[in-house]
């Protein structure tokens, strides 16, 4: 099967940020990608800006070598990279002065059929300073758009101050707010499994559901990353990340797939999250630490190791776990477990929707007992959805019950490359379609129910539980869950 590949309209793309880690690891390989699917050609122009003091030449050797080191061998065709790189475009600049701005003009064109972008892959704090200096140099108009880059912020407050600075420049329809785990391919197929089947939708509600769990899982550790002893796994995982895909599974169906349409239905959800402040935040959340000794008795830095001697001693977590509630009819008396960490035991990130038991089992001489049917939808790695479903064993002998799953492996059934995230989300900033974006509403509901959890542990002071690398997360997190008779989700193979 071959994806149907929709030309966009040329444009100008501008990247603050170019000569850094997100720009060499993910935008030029999904810039290159979609050129070489024939997405958008030479009419196109990619405008790197940085502080270096490199030329077009040294850029340009820079996107080769990206090319070389992140895109498989068997995709590489030497007259498509050759033809990609003539694409860009390099300009040394300094934004607290007007260095590199007059030429960035001169890039930049004024023509009514091409759309002008810029991506901010570069720290909140700037954010500000650039987008004065576009509104300054007269580089704004009706149609550019803005992409940003996470963390909006670390509090509510924060956050206003930061989209308060960008919408000095740009309008909320021209704000991008990326989460690259809306553009997966598996999260954009939950709306599809829910909203473009009749099997699913009657049943996905706390007649039929008994539970749900959401797990983001890493094997690496925070390693020398600066900012995230300063931001830790709620803030850098929760509040975006997870809280999207919780809005993906709980929310109504919207009246149409324009994008306002469905962010007002994720807001609402947001809307809905039951609070957890004070006492509760000690019975409804997780928090840990990884220790320097994995389970397999392999001995790896443990998160304190791997900090700066002025940071010894943080409590920043590294693992959380949460028991959420959400006020509304569809999902009352119905939990949500959320748990995301690093240093686990396997690299997964899947939601579980675990439907109750049968009210009634007809088969009282049948070895095995009917088992509750359970979707897993998996993210990565290996995406796909599995039904586990009850049949009867074959063969003779009367009758035995057996638990199977149905099996839906994206690279089985496409059998091809299935494109990233960003090669979906920097093209749709080009077509103007914000469905996969946050807005500011959004973000501002989410971090309204971040900030009594964050308050709270600041409160207390207690220092995260430890876990052993290469485990599943505390103790504590298994009695969150386990304490109501349910557990987590560890099949080992999918």
Not at 117 to 146: E, M, T
Not at 273 to 287: D, Y
Not at 334 to 361: C, D, N, W
Not at 429 to 457: C, H, K, S, Y
């Amino acid at each position: 099967m071959t994806s149907r590949i929709i030309p966009v309209k040329p444009f100008d793309y501008v990247v603050f940020g170019a000569t850094g880690d997100l720009t060499y690891k993910k935008l030029i390989p999904a810039l290159y990608h979609r050129f070489a699917d024939g997405q958008f050609d030479e009419q196109s122009k990619i405008i790197g800006i940085a502080r270096s003091n490199w030329n077009d030449e040294q850029f340009r050797s820079f996107v080769r070598k990206s090319i070389n080191e992140f895109i498989d061998k068997s995709l590489i065709d030497k007259d498509i990279v050759n033809r990609f790189i003539s694409l860009f475009f390099y300009i040394a600049n300094d934004i607290n002065s007007d260095k590199g701005w007059a030429e960035l003009g001169e890039q930049l064109r004024d023509e009514e059929n091409i759309i002008r972008a810029f991506y901010l892959a570069v720290p909140p704090s700037i954010f500000a300073p650039i987008c004065d200096n576009i509104a300054k140099w007269n580089y704004w108009h009706s149609d550019a758009r803005v992409v940003v880059e996470k963390p909006l912020g670390h509090d509510l407050q924060s956050s206003k101050e930061i989209n308060d600075a960008i919408e000095r420049t740009f309008c909320e329809d021209q704000i991008y707010r990326i989460d690259h785990y809306l553009g997966k391919e598996t999260v954009q197929n939950l709306l599809a499994l829910r909203f473009a089947n009749i099997l699913f939708e009657p049943i996905w509600n706390s007649a039929h559901i008994d539970h749900v769990q959401i797990s983001v899982c890493e094997t690496i550790g925070a390693g020398t990353r600066g900012y995230y002893d300063g931001t830790g796994a709620l803030r850098d995982m929760v509040q975006n990340h997870i809280l999207q895909l919780l809005c993906l599974v709980a929310m109504e169906p919207p009246a149409s797939d324009r994008a306002n349409s469905l962010r007002d239905e994720k807001l609402k959800v947001l809307h809905s999250l039951a609070p957890i402040s004070g006492e509760n935040v000690e019975k409804l959340t997780v928090r840990g630490q990884y220790g320097g000794v994995s389970a397999e008795g392999v001995s790896v830095k443990s998160y304190q190791e791997e900090l700066e001697k002025s940071k010894k001693g943080s409590h920043t977590e590294t693992f959380v776990a949460l028991k959420l509630a959400l006020k509304n009819w569809r999902w009352s008396g119905v939990p949500f477990y959320l748990r995301t960490g690093k240093r686990m035991a396997k690299r997964m990130s899947e939601i579980v929707i675990q439907f109750r038991e049968i009210p009634h089992s007809i088969f009282s001489h049948a070895k095995g007992a009917p088992i509750p049917n359970m979707l897993v939808i998996r993210l990565q790695p290996d995406e796909g959805v599995k039904l586990f479903m009850m049949i009867k064993d074959p063969g003779p002998g009367g009758m035995r019950l057996k638990q199977v799953h149905l099996n839906l492996s994206f690279a089985d059934a496409f059998n091809e490359r299935t494109p990233n995230a960003y090669e979906r989300l920097l093209l749709d900033v080009i077509r103007g379609n914000q469905t996969l974006f946050m807005r500011r509403d959004e973000l501002e509901a989410a971090w309204t129910w971040i900030d009594p959890i964050m308050e709270e542990w600041q409160q207390t002071d207690r220092p995260p539980q430890k876990y052993n690398a290469g485990t599943w997360g505390p103790t504590n997190s298994i009695a969150l869950i386990e304490r109501d008779g349910r557990t987590w989700h560890e099949e080992s193979d999918f």
